[in-house]
Every structure is written in C-alpha cells, then in structure tokens.
C-alpha cells in the first residue's frame, strides 16, 4: 500500500502557538519523508525532510519526529506566526524509487 | 521564485480537446518531474524526466504523455481531455536524477475542461 494518511485535514493556532500535523504510512519501504510548504497560487516548497534513521530533526521553528516502529512521523512547528499560514504535505519516498507519495493535505490558519 | 516556470498559467478547454503544457526547469537542473494536483486526489507523481530521458512513471493515465527535449525544457501533452483532468498540474525539476534531491517546483498550470 504506497498511501501517507495525513491528519488534521485543517487547523488553527494562535499566534506563539505550536503546530503540530501527523502522517501515517503502512509501506516499510519508505525511506524519505519530506514535508512541502505550499502557499495559496504558488507551487510546494521543500521545508524539511527526514531519513529513518534519525528520530528527530530541526531546522528553525520546524521539527520533524519519526517514530519508525510506529510508522508514523509529524511536523511541529513552534512559535506559530500568521506568515506560516499555508498547506503542509507530508510525503514519502520508497527506497529505490522515485515515485513520491504524498499525503492529502493540512491547511493552517495562524491567528494574529 | 523558484526558478522553474511554467505556461500557461490558466487554460481553460472543452472535453475531447488536446493541450500541452511547458515547463522550464531551473537554469542546471537535469530532472523534470510532473505533478497533477486536485481536491479529491490531492498532489500525484505523474512522470519523471532525466536528461532526455524517461525515468519514472507514476499515475500518469494513457491519455496523456510528456517529454523532455535537448534544452531540457518539458512539455506534457493531455489529450481527449474529461470533466476530471480539471486540476492544477505542477512541474518540478531537480539538478540530478534522485528523488532525494531537493525538487523546486514551478508555479503550476490550472486546467479547467468544460
């Protein structure tokens, strides 16, 4: 099964608020997950990614956890500013593939 | 700005018509890949595109085809068009062939087929 199940579908944070959009996948294979960025009329934009082998990763405000036996991974982002407001995707990757899959969507409001 | 353009930016067409859709990838960047993007499918890998050559298929149905040509510029061709290939269609492109390599994506294409 190459599906990523991302939820919430929509979510809204008060400014200085912390974030947070959980994926799920079932394919063992997966051994990317990126998270995309993408604001209304503009294309994804690559935010921050992660490889298995590590548990955690942070660049700025944006966290990414892995938890592997769990199959699942999220995106906290903290100190929630009206400028984050846009649409996360998470997605995967398959070992040896260049197929990536991703997740249907989060949609964030961060209130000022 | 991403660096990849793409045009049209809107088109709007009847069923049964043909179109094609013209992405330039990032001035160095070897890759393209294609993206179909609807509300109820959400964001899908169509097609990869490497140096000229095909490199991955995703869902890219029958109907519709794509190629990568010496300037490695891309064009993605959608023909006998239907009432749900309406969707935005997103082009990226990467400087080496790995998925793994960050992909910069263009400002996308909205296709509506009436």
């Known amino acids: 099964q190459q599906q990523v199940k991302q939820s919430p579908q929509s979510l809204i944070v008060q400014k200085g608020g912390i974030s947070i959009i959980n994926c799920a996948y079932e394919?063992?294979?997966?051994?990317?997950f990126p998270w995309y960025q993408q604001f209304p009329g503009k294309g994804p934009a690559l935010l921050i990614a992660?490889?298995?082998?590590?548990s955690e990763k942070k660049e700025g405000r944006f966290t990414i956890s892995f938890n592997k036996s769990a199959k699942q991974f999220s995106l906290h982002i903290m100190d929630s500013q009206p400028g984050d407001s846009a649409t996360y995707f998470c997605?995967?990757?398959?070992?040896?593939?260049?197929?990536?899959?991703f997740g249907k969507g989060t949609k964030l409001t961060v209130n000022p | 700005d991403s660096g990849v353009t793409q045009t049209p930016k809107h088109l709007i067409t009847a069923t049964g018509q043909r179109v094609t859709l013209r992405c330039s990838p990032r001035?160095?960047?070897?890759?393209v890949y294609w993206y179909q993007q609807s509300l109820d499918q959400g964001l899908q890998f169509l097609i990869q595109?490497?140096?000229?050559?095909?490199?991955a298929k995703g869902n890219i149905l029958e109907r519709f085809s794509a190629q990568q040509f010496p300037d490695l510029h891309s064009e993605l061709n959608l023909s006998s068009l239907e009432l749900g290939d309406s969707a935005l269609y997103f082009c990226?492109?990467?400087?080496?062939?790995?998925?793994?390599?960050?992909?910069?994506f263009g400002p996308g294409t909205r296709l509506t087929v009436l």
């Open positions: 990226a492109s990467s400087v080496g062939g790995s998925t793994y390599n960050e992909q910069f």
């Open positions: 394919n063992t294979a997966f051994d990317y």
């Open positions: 992660i490889r298995p082998d590590v």
């Open positions: 997605a995967a990757l398959p070992g040896g593939s260049e197929k990536l899959v």
């Open positions: 001035s160095g960047d070897l890759s």
């Open positions: 595109y490497y140096n000229g050559e095909e490199r």
